[in-house]
């Protein structure tokens, strides 16, 4: 199935036949027995610049079994997820060392009850780091009371007191690692013209920007909340070398050179994820359904690849090959890893959050 609850600080939408087919008003809380042997919880929060502890969310019941969930920012800094269900406790920490940044957290809850594991992950989508902690043997967990977290506010910390922005429930395990970052209808070069993204399928060719044709290894595509972090970019044409307006996510990273960058940078090129143009005229945030799907190529190498005349790099993995668990939990898990290409180093620097800022003010002025 997929995503089933989205609370993006507007109106929340709960539907256990998927959020595609959600209306206005959320469809009937299922029976207090429906449980969920596996699944995905994601919020998105802002970190407090004065490091008190924090109640995220929490639910509990008494009838017809005892069970309570709660995410909890913990006192200079790290976060613990609880679970109880009848005696049975789990819980797990996640450390962190704030560093007086209030930048938006990504935690994800993963738990697979039937294969005895859980996660709990910690991003910073403006830094691009992650950090992740394995949980106990977790529990099935009742659909009915994670629904009410979502539809609720009375469960969760409202964003206005530094809690949560965004909160997303699967029913399913949502991979994590590397993400991909077009959208399907995005056009890419190949040796015979434009192919939309998502057309593109193993072995097909593509143009680099060196102009060499290189196979594509693999194809990878991904439903995610449309919203928070996640939402799209659209970026519009004329402007960095574009044909024709296109949506890409907000981590995608767009080959910028010219004077300006090997002033400031002292490189030819470097790279620059979509989210730090954004400017309201040139790149905007995307609006559209609830759910949206990031297509992406794996070549060889990381390659600059073309995007309706715009540079934008190709998937990168770096060595994840080398990390099976890290592997296991991703995209590529289903592929052969000994056919899996490493990317030592992205093909050009990527530019840190403020370096980008810097970047883009000189651009405009």
């Not at 910390?157 to 209808?185: F, H, N, V």
């Amino acid at each position: 199935m997929g995503w089933i609850g989205l609370f993006d600080g507007d109106t929340p939408r709960f539907d256990r036949k998927g959020l595609t087919n959600a209306r206005l008003a959320s469809s009937p809380l299922p029976p207090p027995d429906t449980m969920m042997p596996r699944g995905t919880l994601l919020a998105e929060t802002r970190l407090s610049p004065d490091g008190r502890p924090r109640m995220l969310l929490q639910i509990g019941r008494d009838h017809p079994w005892q069970f309570s969930l709660s995410l909890q920012a913990l006192p200079g800094g790290g976060f613990i997820l609880i679970e109880t269900q009848e005696d049975r406790m789990r819980h797990v920490t996640l450390p962190h060392v704030p560093d007086g940044r209030m930048d938006v957290i990504r935690l994800t809850y993963r738990w697979d009850a039937p294969g005895k594991t859980g996660r709990l992950t910690m991003e910073r989508p403006e830094a691009d780091t992650s950090h992740s902690v394995e949980m106990p043997p977790p529990h099935a967990l009742p659909m009915a009371d994670l629904a009410q977290v979502i539809i609720h506010p009375h469960y969760r910390a409202s964003e206005t007191e530094t809690g949560i922005s965004l909160l997303a429930l699967s029913d399913r395990i949502e991979p994590q690692g590397p993400l991909p970052g077009l959208t399907g209808s995005v056009p890419v070069a190949t040796p015979s013209g434009f192919m939309p993204a998502g057309a593109l399928r193993r072995g097909d060719l593509v143009q680099t920007q060196s102009g060499e044709a290189v196979p594509v290894l693999q194809t990878v595509r991904q439903v995610m909340p449309a919203h928070g972090t996640l939402r799209p970019v659209r970026l519009r044409a004329p402007y960095f070398g574009l044909r024709r307006d296109i949506v890409v996510a907000p981590h995608q990273r767009l080959v910028i050179s010219g004077s300006q960058v090997e002033y400031l940078f002292g490189r030819e090129a470097v790279l620059v994820p979509a989210r730090h143009l954004i400017n309201n005229v040139s790149a905007l945030p995307a609006t559209g359904p609830d759910l949206v799907t990031y297509h992406h190529l794996l070549l060889p190498n990381h390659e600059v690849i073309n995007a309706a005349g715009c540079p934008v790099e190709s998937l990168y993995v770096g060595r994840l090959r080398r990390k099976p668990d890290a592997l296991a939990a991703s995209l590529l898990a289903p592929f052969d890893r000994a056919h899996l290409p490493e990317h030592p180093q992205p093909v050009w620097p990527v530019l840190k959050p403020f370096e980008a800022v810097a970047l883009a003010l000189s651009r405009v002025a």
